[in-house]
């Protein structure tokens, strides 16, 4: 199943797409939940969401709505830096031996086809395409051999990094959180549809076409169930709580010259079976 938090009009609602076409549902109508509700009553809610989109939904066309974030408030977005080895390698680091972790807040969060904004106080504005799990079973200390089943599914991100602000200090939290950077969507793909932990699908960044970034999401050093186990094992996952997984190779900021993304700009990440991802970048 592939769904969207979209608006249209002034409404909001959602949008499940399948077999080359999309249905749309208004909150305003037939008692619809938002995800975030739904993803709290667990996942049975989804196939009543299903069920309901079969009986009411209505056909319309991808270019007539807004994509909003898959998720209006996540509980926690939990980021992962350094988690594919070439990454890791060009920004001159070890592989790591624990998952290096920041945090991104929702207030930076923007979705499909919205800009990410260039902020006026830096020209360092990086891209980082990366594949994103979503929790939809709370769990502690949760076992690595277990561990998707707490995963209902998976969108894609752009984080899009501040960098001088990011290396002001060893923890990344300011250059990770400006607002309108953190790219997310458009859909939630849930896991029934794609391999097990996402493995095996091609990532590829784009910047005004040219490719930046191109990986597989098995080269990945702590695949998605490692991370969940790890994760929860010092602190609750939560249905709603999404781990944005780790770019690969490519980033602007270890190129000679460095390559930024500047106003005018259109940056596109697409995940194989997952979407595709795209945000013009505009100047504060």
Known sequence: MRIARI???GR???????DGSSHVLFYDEHDLRSLDDILAAGPDEFASLAATFAQ???????TDVQFLPPLARPGKIVCVGLNYVDHAAEAGFEVPPFPTLFVRFASSLIGHREPIVKPAASDALDFEGELV????????????AHALDHVIGYSVFNDASVRDYQMKTTQWTAGKNFDGTGAFGPWIVTADDLPAGATGLKLETRLNGDVVQSA???????????LVAILSSFMTLEAGDII?????A????????PLYMRPGDVCEV????????ANHIAAE
Do not use: C, K, W, Y
């Open 7 to 9: 608006a249209q009009n």
């Open 216 to 226: 597989s999401t098995a080269d990945m050093i702590f695949p998605v169930a490692r």
């Open 270 to 277: 697409e995940i194989e079976g997952v979407g595709l991802l």
């Open 244 to 248: 944005v997984t780790g770019t690969p």
């Open 250 to 257: 490519g980033i602007g900021m270890t190129r000679n010259p």
């Open 56 to 62: 009411h939904g209505r056909a319309v066309g991808e």
């Open 133 to 144: 799990a979503i929790i939809g079973r709370r769990g502690r200390n949760i076992d690595e």
């Open 12 to 18: 909001s609602g959602l949008m499940l797409g399948s």
